[in-house]
């Protein structure tokens, strides 16, 4: 096995755009020919890191793996890791299919259809459709009263609208709205750090 290391965000961007890399750290396991067997997206520790590798060489808990295991399975956490393993693929229409299929066999507000509703908004996010992301988020809010999908979705919204569509005012809103929501929650620091940072800006730029 030989290990490389690229700068994608700058020096070497083709290989990330090749391999459809949209966060990092992300480790692509290839073969000989460059095709991938399998990815991890995010940070792990060495050995579980090295167990994962080499349960990939392997063929175990690989795409071609978990799909032969569909084929006779209706395990929606089976169908959950699918479609997450096409969505860091770069391949948000096959990850769809198979997020909606999570929802489609259990509960619409169970948590799998949580995380799958969460995954779906995400995308949305991913793809650059703003708008259309705040109003799923909104709907999740909506839906899923009460549980940390909720939560979560407040804080989605705020970051959109201050990273993504520049409107200040709207997202010092979000935060104290979920300041004021969940003020016991672990994310209440955060959010009052935020809208103090926001607010300065605003005050900045007059």
Same mark, same amino acid.
């Given at each position: 096995m030989?290990?490389?290391?690229?700068?994608?965000?700058?020096?070497d961007s083709?290989?990330?755009?090749?391999?459809?890399?949209?966060?990092?750290?992300?480790?692509?396991?290839?073969?000989?020919?460059?095709?991938?067997?399998?990815?991890?997206?995010?940070?792990?520790?060495?050995?579980?890191f090295?167990?994962?590798?080499?349960d990939?060489?392997?063929?175990?808990?690989?795409l071609?793996d978990?799909?032969?295991k569909?084929?006779?399975?209706?395990?929606?956490?089976?169908?959950? +890791?699918?479609?997450d393993?096409? *969505?860091y693929?770069? !391949?948000?229409? #096959? @990850?769809k299919?198979?997020?909606? =299929?999570?929802?489609a066999?259990?509960?619409?507000?169970d948590?799998l259809?949580?995380?799958?509703t969460f995954a779906?908004?995400?995308?949305?996010?991913?793809?650059?459709?703003?708008e259309?992301?705040?109003?799923?988020?909104?709907?999740?809010?909506?839906?899923?009263k009460?549980?940390?999908?909720a939560?979560?979705a407040?804080?989605?919204?705020?970051?959109?609208y201050?990273?993504?569509?520049?409107?200040?005012?709207?997202?010092?809103? +979000?935060?104290e709205?979920?300041? *004021?929501?969940?003020? !016991?929650?672990? #994310? @209440?620091e955060?959010?009052?750090? =935020?809208?103090?940072?926001?607010?300065?800006?605003?005050?900045e730029?007059?």
């Amino acid at each position: 096995m030989i290990f490389v290391k690229a700068h994608a965000e700058a020096a070497d961007s083709l290989t990330a755009k090749k391999y459809n890399v949209s966060g990092f750290p992300t480790f692509v396991l290839v073969d000989s020919k460059g095709e991938e067997i399998d990815r991890i997206v995010g940070y792990m520790e060495a050995e579980p890191f090295l167990a994962q590798i080499n349960d990939y060489m392997n063929g175990i808990g690989t795409l071609d793996d978990l799909l032969s295991k569909v084929k006779e399975s209706k395990d929606r956490t089976l169908y959950f +890791e699918i479609a997450d393993k096409y *969505k860091y693929r770069g !391949a948000p229409d #096959d @990850a769809k299919i198979w997020f909606e =299929k999570v929802i489609a066999d259990g509960k619409p507000t169970d948590s799998l259809s949580g995380e799958a509703t969460f995954a779906l908004a995400d995308m949305t996010l991913r793809n650059k459709e703003y708008e259309s992301a705040i109003d799923k988020f909104a709907a999740i809010e909506k839906d899923f009263k009460g549980t940390s999908f909720a939560e979560m979705a407040i804080l989605y919204s705020a970051y959109i609208y201050r990273a993504k569509i520049n409107d200040t005012a709207k997202s010092i809103s +979000e935060y104290e709205r979920f300041v *004021k929501m969940y003020p !016991a929650s672990e #994310d @209440a620091e955060y959010a009052t750090k =935020k809208i103090s940072e926001l607010k300065g800006e605003t005050i900045e730029s007059k």
